[in-house]
Every structure is written in C-alpha cells, then in structure tokens.
C-alpha cells in the first residue's frame, strides 16, 4: 500500500534572538529533512518572528509540496490580517502559539483570525503544553466549541505529558466535537498516541515533527509504535490533514 505522508508541523526562518539554542531552518534544509525521512510534504509555518511574507516568497515556484500556514500576531493584528487577505489563495491553514506570544488563544485578540478560518474554513494549529493557564488543551477545545466552522488542531497530542496527552483524548472523545482534531507532533509516547487512536478513531489525528525542533523520522518511529493498522497509517500520515486543507475557501 503507497501512503501519502504529509508533515503536518514545520517552521522555516529563524526564531526571536531570546530562543537560545533552537535551531532554524531553510527551506532547503526543510526538503532535505523530508526527503531523508521519506515524506512527501509539508506544512510550512514561520518560527515566532512571525516572518509571513518572508516564507510566502521562500514557497514561490515551489509547486504543491508545500502547504503555507501563516503565523499569527495578535500583538500585530493589521498587518497579520493584510498578509491574510491578500494571501487567500495561498494561505493553507493558520498557527496559534499562545505560549510565545503570552495570551492565551480564548482571549479577544485571536477572535479576527478564529472568524477568518470560520469564512475561510481554514485549519488551526494550537500549541498545547505543560503551561496549562496559558496553554492547557481545554482552553483550545473549548474554542473549538465556540467556533464549529474552524478545524481547531490540538497540537503535542495535547501537552508533552502522558497525563495531558491522555486526559486530552479522553475529554475529546467524551464531548465529541466533530471539528477537533490532535497532532502528533514531538510526542515521544506511542502509547498515548495508540489510546488516542482507539478512543477518537484515526480520523481526529494528524501526523507531524516540529522540525527543525524535531526531526521527522523520529515521529514517523513514534507512530509506527503505535502499531496502526493500514487504513490508520493512511489516515494520520497524511489524508485527514489533506481533507482538512481541501475544504477551504479561497
């Protein structure tokens, strides 16, 4: 069986000066990383210098390989919102980061962005972690509740805990939100990955890296622990995060 993997969660450009240590990445590090992993795509999302239209001009020519998610600013939302509108055919899908820019994503400053992914149907990335005030997974699948037009991805399984990744999946299969969905991205635990798959179905998850946080092959290890079968490789590899992108309006 040929499986489409697509990398769900990639940031290209570098990182604000105070992010000591993490490494950046050019697009051609990017493909080189994919191509050494064996994956076909990606989703492409700038670093927290929130460098939009630095990566909008990286991706030109680069055919459908990669899929643009813009970085939102909601200390800057003028200028975000023009790179938006302007973008609508070459914007993918959208990243929220409420550990970096310190607000959480309930606060009034992300609902412009929430509206535009509902009119748009984009889908959003939400950095879930241990922060859980100002990033806990509640706080996504609760605007995932209050805006049912968004595909609202919880990334980090929910938290990079076994007990958040667990406790996540489960209040997700409780609540049965049809547009909440996980990503894998840097998870090391196959078996939270493996309950989350039997309680929500592969349907509700979506495989990513983070590189150049992490490195892709790496994760692609993580889900084959999970020993999926077949049609939950297919699903979580790649063809749930294709679905997700093919129902925008351009």
């Not at 050494?36 to 795509?41: A, L, M, N, P």
């Not at 939009?52 to 813009?70: C, M, S, V, W």
Request: charged content about 30%.
């Amino acid at each position: 069986m040929t499986v489409t993997t697509i990398d769900g969660h990639v940031h290209w450009g570098r990182w604000r000066p105070e992010r000591v240590g993490w490494p950046h990445a050019t697009l051609e590090e990017i493909r080189g990383a994919l191509d050494r992993s064996g994956i076909d795509g990606a989703v492409v999302m700038p670093t927290d210098a929130a460098d939009n239209e630095g990566l909008a001009k990286a991706l030109e020519g680069q055919g459908d390989r990669f899929h643009l998610f813009a970085w939102l600013d909601p200390h800057h939302p003028d200028r975000t919102m023009d790179f938006l509108e302007r973008n609508t055919d070459r914007v993918a899908g959208l990243k929220v980061h409420p550990s970096l820019e310190r607000l959480r994503v309930d606060d009034p400053a992300w609902q412009p962005f929430l509206r535009h992914a509902e009119e748009r149907r984009l889908p959003v990335i939400v950095h879930a972690g241990r922060w859980q005030e100002m990033a806990g997974w509640r706080i996504p699948l609760a605007v995932a509740e209050r805006h049912p037009e968004a595909s609202i991805i919880i990334a980090h399984l929910g938290g990079d805990l076994p007990d958040l990744q667990q406790e996540c999946s489960q209040e997700m299969a409780e609540r049965k939100l049809p547009n909440a969905y996980l990503g894998t991205e840097s998870i090391r635990e196959y078996y939270s990955l493996r309950i989350a798959l039997d309680r929500l179905g592969p349907e509700r998850i979506l495989f990513g890296s983070d590189f150049p946080l992490g490195w892709p092959a790496a994760y692609l290890a993580v889900l084959d622990g999970a020993g999926p079968s077949e049609e939950e490789r297919r699903l979580v590899a790649g063809e749930n995060l294709l679905r997700l992108i093919a129902r925008r309006r351009p």
